[in-house]
Structures are given as C-alpha cells and as structure tokens.
C-alpha cells in the first residue's frame, strides 16, 4: 500500500445538526454529530473525526487503559476547534478542587454544569483531555476531534435526555480538579499538536518540514483542512473533509497542500 482514501461514516446525534458546513452534506432530515474515518488496520489505535454541535453534548469522562475493563478500551484525546460562534464554550475540568461525593451530587440534582469550567472556544484552540478529565461540549462548534480509538464514555449528566446514565463508573475514574493549562494550545504556537502516550498529532503548511517527516517514519493518516494530498504514484488524493492513511509520510504529494493535520500512533 502506497496511500488510500478512508470510508467516512455519519453519525445521527440528537445534538447534531441538519445542515454542515462545506464540504459536508447532511442527508435530508438527518442531524449529523460526527462524521468518522474508519481507522484502518495500518493505524488502528486512532480515530479521526469531525464534530458539529447546536446543543449541549452530556457532561461526560472516559477512563484510562489502566481503568478500562477486560473488552472496555481507554480513551484520550483532542479537540482542534475549526469554527465557533462567538459565544462557544467547552467544558473541561472543575472550577476548584472537589470530591467524589460532591461530583455525584451535582450530576444527580443537575448543578455539575456550574462546577465545571467553561473555557472559550475560538479557531485555532487544541485542548489535549487526558484520560479521567470530566468534559463536556457546547453548542455551535465545528471540531477535528483526535482519539484513542475507543467508545467507552461514562456519562454523568445529560440534561433529562432519555439516556443511559453510569454514575458509578465515571465516579470512580473522575479526576476532580481544574484543567491543566498546558494542556491548552493553539495552532499558531507550533508544528506538533499532540505528542502523547496514545497519539500524536502535528498541523503542516504545505510542505512538511524535515522535522516532521523525521517523526512518521511509519503509517500516518493525513487529514488536509485545506488543499490537497495525494499519493506520489497517482493512485489516491484528498481534500478537506477526506482523509488519507500512508504507509509513510514520504508516500504522499504535499505540493498542492494547505494546512493539513498528520496523526500517527506512538513510535
């Protein structure tokens, strides 16, 4: 394999939204959430998606490998915000220092909401949630979200919506503190986003930099947001909202790119 486009699929969410922004379509009478890429079987421990949010998601944490059951896996990962109106937040870690009981408390009478930060999302921000971060989505976002490639979410609140609740697993892997703020970047602070025990992740414009194609001397999925990436034997290409996986980065055509987002799993 030199390089491939990946499947997409939409996913419907009550918090969705009925029309996406280019070059997204949502099928007519769909709220569309995510819209994934298949993780392939070259990097199958990361998963790439986008969100589009016009209501709250449900306030929400994951557990670590180390917390996850036999068949459960952990789950890390990021937000890149792509476009917010003017008064989107995200929620991420608690206000001041709080206890377990004081967490199942406010997420059963509904008062979680206000222990928690509401941090301003604008263009550009990355905010990297380490396992066990208490976190939650507003409305009116467009995000590139980075994972572990995993679905186990423990939901705390989900304001009356009709759905599962796990109080018990999510209290006992919930870290209850404010969010580190080094965990909070932007993309005009440098090339690499991400450089974690799960994944990294880098932003190029145009040309990769000796630097990067240093760090992917193996299988790497290239997300353009702007331009185009194609394969240097012709045979697969990319633009925004696609996605390619390569054997290695010098398996891909950067010349027509603009910014694009590489994603590897740890060396």
């Not at 507003?138 to 939901?155: H, I, K, N, Y």
């Not at 000796?210 to 034997?233: H, I, K, M, Q, S």
């Amino acid at each position: 394999m030199m390089a491939r486009q990946l499947p997409t699929r939409m996913v419907e969410k009550v918090w969705g939204r009925d029309t996406l922004p280019a070059p997204f379509l949502a099928p007519a009478g769909e709220r569309i959430g995510e819209i994934w890429f298949e993780p392939p079987p070259e990097v199958p421990q990361v998963l790439v998606k986008y969100l589009f949010t016009s209501e709250k998601l449900s306030v929400q944490v994951h557990p670590s490998d180390a917390d996850a059951l036999p068949g459960e896996a952990g789950k890390e990962e990021c937000w890149l915000v792509l476009d917010a109106e003017p008064d989107a937040r995200l929620a991420i870690g608690f206000e001041r220092d709080v206890t377990s009981a004081e967490i199942e408390a406010a997420a059963r009478d509904g008062t979680i909401e206000a222990l928690l930060t509401w941090h301003p999302a604008r263009p550009g921000d990355l905010f990297y949630l380490p396992a066990g971060t208490v976190h939650a989505i507003g409305p009116g976002l467009a995000l590139v979200e980075v994972q572990q490639a995993s679905d186990t979410t423990f939901r705390l609140y989900d304001y009356g919506r009709p759905r599962e609740l796990h109080l018990d697993r999510a209290l006992a892997v919930a870290i209850g503190a404010p969010y580190a703020a080094c965990h909070h970047r932007t993309i005009a602070a440098g090339p690499t986003l991400v450089d974690g025990p799960h994944f990294r992740l880098d932003r190029v414009e145009g040309m990769p930099d000796a630097a990067t194609r240093a760090a992917y001397p193996g299988a790497l999925l290239a997300l353009p947001l702007a331009g185009e990436v194609t394969a240097r034997d012709g045979s697969a290409r990319a633009g925004a909202g696609e996605c390619l996986v390569a054997s290695g980065i010098d398996d891909l055509d950067f010349s027509a790119a603009g910014m694009t987002l590489l994603t590897r799993k740890p060396l």
